[in-house]
């Protein structure tokens, strides 16, 4: 018989993690028979991951299968320390299924998870997740070691109270030892895997997933086994806009080189009745004021360098929905955690975040992130009595129809779940005033990586120079700025100093205070 162990997550809190993986151990003895234990690493391109811990009994083992909480050992403080426990499920060949699942939103997280889970056993030892920025580039790394240990380093008092006796005795009566128990480790990073680098070999049954490596060994081996693999990722965007810039940035310079030359050059002598009827000529500078309506853009004038001058004025407006479009900016704080809280959630904080994360990424629906934060109820109406709580910014609505009015398309580009983002424009009658809409958990992908601009792009059709991009977060708008959009930062609170360069943009106020000031959008 075969079981296989599906461990992957970050456990937090003071968690019976040795009871656990105890019990679990000790279930294959009592119908002796064989144990895998897998523990499976999935690695999202921000350092966050998703954790699955999966037991497989088939219908021998199944007739044995302790209850863990009927039998009376409590799994309150696991459920609390942010663990999914999905009831087990049975197939028609008899076997048993029970799945649990958490989610680690940063590299630090992902170390404390494999050191709880591991737990005094030290069967995963010294794990880290590294993950290193540069221009373009990404790199991971994840390292340690799977050390194996005899039965009882998984027990302690209580689980041998439950099972009667030590997970060793119980083993040696079954005829079972550590060699009966495998244990792998899986690991996928996101990018390419540096094979010269890693240790471990391709897991091609898992194909499709991205590049995955596998590590094998029993309880019985004396010898521990290192686990180490690095991939990078490369953000081709980012390449080719700097290699844009680049040329730019070459092409402008004799540009002016150029006009420097017409300057100091002496004008040919010509007859004066010719240089007299020459009329002057005088190139108008674009005005960089878009009218009351839609607020006004300021900033000093260029000189005219010969160069084809840019539209004064947007033809798109992209707008950030938390804290531009909506009221709410950290909707995770101010609003997320608060209506967790108040339906009986004692997730932690850290968790919630994650989950919140991977719902924004597509990875999960609201319906398992409600269940992994353990908000129980219908999807559907805890979806709408949470997004019940947003409301529009002060003068929003009449900002986007003055823009429609003169003609500016409005898009909107953010970071959530796609599914609760076509409910707050359905619930807020947006659809007339904003298309398209760019929504991270439709693409797989959140700012401030490039890709989500470059969708943003594709839809409209447009360049970047012609699209003005408002955001509350002065990183997404460094990211947008370094692909070429004009960028303005939005609050009622932000001023030209701290703007890092960008336009400010502080009220929706028609006619009123509301102006973008600053360095110009549109140069």
Partial sequence: MNKLYRWSGRWSGRVRRRQLLGLVLALPFVASCKADV????????????????????????????????????????????????????????????????????????????????????????????????????????????IAPTTFDGFSDAELDGLLQRTIDDLAASHGATPADVSVTAVVRLPGAVDTDRSSGTADFSSAGNGDVRRWEATLADTSPVSVSVYSSTQKVAALVWRGVAVLAAALGGLVLFG????????????????????????????????GAKTGTMTGPAEPDLGRLEPTSAPRMVALDSMGVLYREGDDIAQLLVPFVRSRGSATPLDDIVARARLLSLGRITPAEFWHAVGVAGASDQLDDEYLANFQLSPGVVGFLRSLRAEGVQVACVTNDSAVWANKLRVRHSLDGLIDPWVVSGSIGVRKPDAPIFEVLRRLSQLAPHEILVVDDQLDNLDAARALGFATAWYGPGTTTEASRGHAVLRSFAIGDAMSVTGPRPFA
């Fill in 38 to 145: 897998l523990v499976d690493v999935a690695v999202e391109e921000d350092g966050s991951g998703l954790v699955t811990t999966e037991l497989v009994l088939d219908q021998e083992a199944a007739a044995g299968l302790v209850d863990l909480r009927d039998d009376g050992l409590r799994l309150d403080d696991l459920v609390q320390s942010g663990w999914t426990l999905d009831p087990p499920t049975s197939t028609e060949g008899g076997s048993i299924t029970t799945k649990a699942s958490k989610a680690f939103g940063t590299p630090e997280q992902f170390a404390q998870v494999m050191m709880e889970l591991s737990g005094d056993s030290g069967l995963f030892t010294d794990f880290r997740l590294q993950r290193d920025r540069s221009f373009a580039r990404v790199d991971f790394g994840l390292t340690g070691t």
């Fill in 259 to 290: 006009q420097l030359l017409r300057l100091l050059r002496p004008e040919r002598r010509r007859p004066a009745a010719a240089r007299s009827r020459r009329a002057p000529v005088t190139k108008p500078v674009a005005s960089r004021q878009s």
